[in-house]
């Protein structure tokens, strides 16, 4: 019986294979103006993306430190760098867009060093609504929050699923940040 009276803590190892929801939204608690909030189900903050200016951001964590800093180049080509926007070390990944059809957009990710692992972005920033796919399989997807009887949708506030695997979910939200960005 000592057993039943014991808290279930789960297998970190089982939480690596279950999808994680954040959502985001302008008008969590603590927010300065003119971030972005991405919670846990629990509203916790787990991410705050703060803006710069119109070709910089940063994506910090719950307690505002730096990790990773956004710039926008030229032609929609995106560099994210370790570390704060005025320090920026080392070169993480580069977000080109290869197509813009009407309202539909594709990006490619491509990752600084060696690794050979690029990712496709391919979505329509207007309804926030994206999937991230690494060859054939899907790394994170967007949706705006739908509710029960609700005629029109808001884009206040939207979904970000990510899926199990080997991806940083502090990397996937600067991902879908650039993205949204266009």
Same mark, same amino acid.
Request: proline share 4%.
């Given at each position: 019986? $000592?057993?039943?009276?014991?808290?279930y803590?789960?297998?970190?190892?089982?939480l690596?294979?279950i999808p994680?929801?954040?959502?985001?939204?302008?008008?969590?608690?603590?927010l /300065?103006?003119?971030?972005?909030?991405? $919670?846990?189900?629990?509203e916790? +903050?787990?991410?705050? +993306?703060?803006?710069?200016?119109?070709?910089?951001?940063?994506?910090?964590?719950?307690?505002g430190?730096?990790?990773?800093?956004i710039?926008?180049?030229?032609?929609?080509?995106?560099?994210?760098h370790?570390?704060?926007?005025?320090?920026?070390k080392?070169?993480v990944?580069?977000?080109?867009?290869t197509?813009?059809?009407?309202?539909?957009t594709?990006?490619?990710?491509s990752?600084?060093?060696?690794s050979?692992?690029n +990712?496709?972005i391919?979505?329509?920033?207007?309804?926030? /609504?994206?999937?991230?796919?690494?060859?054939?399989?899907?790394? $994170?997807?967007?949706?705006?929050?739908?509710?029960?009887?609700?005629?029109y949708?808001?884009?206040?506030?939207f979904?970000?699923?990510?899926?199990?695997?080997?991806?940083?979910?502090?990397?996937?939200? $600067?991902?879908v940040?650039?993205?949204?960005?266009?």
């Amino acid at each position: 019986m $000592a057993d039943s009276e014991t808290p279930y803590h789960p297998d970190p190892e089982d939480l690596r294979r279950i999808p994680v929801d954040l959502f985001a939204s302008k008008k969590l608690p603590g927010l /300065s103006s003119g971030d972005l909030g991405f $919670a846990d189900s629990s509203e916790h +903050l787990v991410f705050i +993306l703060r803006k710069s200016s119109s070709s910089l951001k940063s994506l910090l964590d719950s307690s505002g430190v730096p990790l990773f800093s956004i710039s926008r180049l030229h032609n929609g080509v995106w560099e994210l760098h370790k570390g704060d926007v005025e320090k920026r070390k080392d070169l993480v990944l580069t977000v080109k867009r290869t197509s813009k059809r009407f309202s539909k957009t594709e990006s490619e990710v491509s990752f600084a060093g060696e690794s050979s692992e690029n +990712l496709v972005i391919k979505g329509v920033p207007f309804q926030k /609504s994206c999937t991230i796919y690494s060859q054939d399989s899907i790394v $994170a997807q967007t949706s705006l929050m739908y509710k029960l009887r609700q005629i029109y949708v808001g884009r206040s506030k939207f979904r970000l699923t990510i899926f199990p695997g080997s991806i940083d979910h502090s990397l996937v939200v $600067a991902m879908v940040a650039i993205f949204l960005q266009g």
